[in-house]
């Protein structure tokens, strides 16, 4: 990371809403997993911290949505 807060040209979200994202998508290890992975290869984001600020917005609207779709994803034979 470079001293300015950003990492690969992204800007670092608020420990506030770093917090607010890990409390609505975290609890299960499986989900926090494919959370992780999918941030990683859809946004080149090592944490939770470098989701992009208008995405981590859409995920905080509607969070059960966004696991859904990344269980769906992830995990098609599951059926969601």
């Known amino acids: 990371m470079k ?6 040209g992204t800007v ?3 420990v506030a809403t770093v917090l ?3 409390r609505v998508l975290g609890g ?3 989900t926090e997993g494919l959370v ?5 290869e859809r946004w080149g984001a090592t944490s939770l ?3 992009p600020p208008d ?3 859409k995920i905080l609207k509607g969070p059960a949505d966004f696991i859904r779709r990344l269980k769906r994803r992830s995990q098609p034979e599951v059926g969601f």
């Open 28 to 30: 299960d290890p499986v």
């Open 49 to 51: 911290f470098y989701v």
């Open 55 to 57: 995405k981590a917005a």
């Open 20 to 22: 607010h994202l890990d």
């Open 36 to 40: 992780i992975d999918y941030v990683g």
């Open 3 to 8: 001293a300015d807060g950003h990492e690969g």
């Open 12 to 14: 670092r979200l608020p």
